[in-house]
């Protein structure tokens, strides 16, 4: 098992492209954060409903795997952590992007912590949601079994 931190995610995922042409993993979680969209300016309709203090939020879509997504939500479910799902059509802007079409393809997923006001000098979260995805991380982790690289 490897655990991985990434540079220069926002200018083009470059330390993801390297680090999953280098590790060649198995399986990948990448672990972002997502616009939290629980406040009065933010048009639910057009970005979701992603709340501070929801818990992680699991990423479902075009390159994220979805035995993996399967996996993650029964985890939570599991340890009745809440969660919420994120439903992205088309490649991620995160590190799961880059990772997933690494060599020959990548089994990869992605766990957003909600953040309310990003890329401001007053980002907030609500350590509930760390916290809750530390632990749906950890049961992920418990939960594979030698040989599942086979079932992705």
């Known amino acids: 098992m490897v655990s991985v931190a990434t540079v220069q995610e926002e200018v083009g995922t470059r330390g993801a492209i390297v680090t999953g042409y ?15 969209t629980d406040h009065p300016n933010c048009d639910k309709r057009k970005f979701g409903e992603v709340l501070l203090g929801g818990g992680p939020v ?15 939500v029964k985890a939570a479910k599991k340890l009745k952590i809440p969660y919420q799902v994120d439903a992205d059509p088309h490649p991620t802007g995160t590190d799961a992007r880059s990772i997933q079409i690494a060599r020959q393809g990548v ?38 079994k030698k040989g599942d690289s086979g079932i992705w």
């Open 22 to 36: 280098n590790v060649n993993p198995d399986i990948a979680i990448a672990v972002d954060v997502t616009h939290a």
């Open 58 to 72: 699991i990423c479902r879509g075009a390159n994220i795997n979805p035995i993996i997504f399967e996996k993650l």
């Open 107 to 144: 089994a990869t997923a992605l766990v957003s912590i909600p953040l309310r006001y990003m890329h401001t000098p007053s980002e907030v979260v609500d350590l509930k949601d760390v916290e809750n995805t530390i632990k749906l991380l950890i049961e992920f982790t418990k939960s594979l």
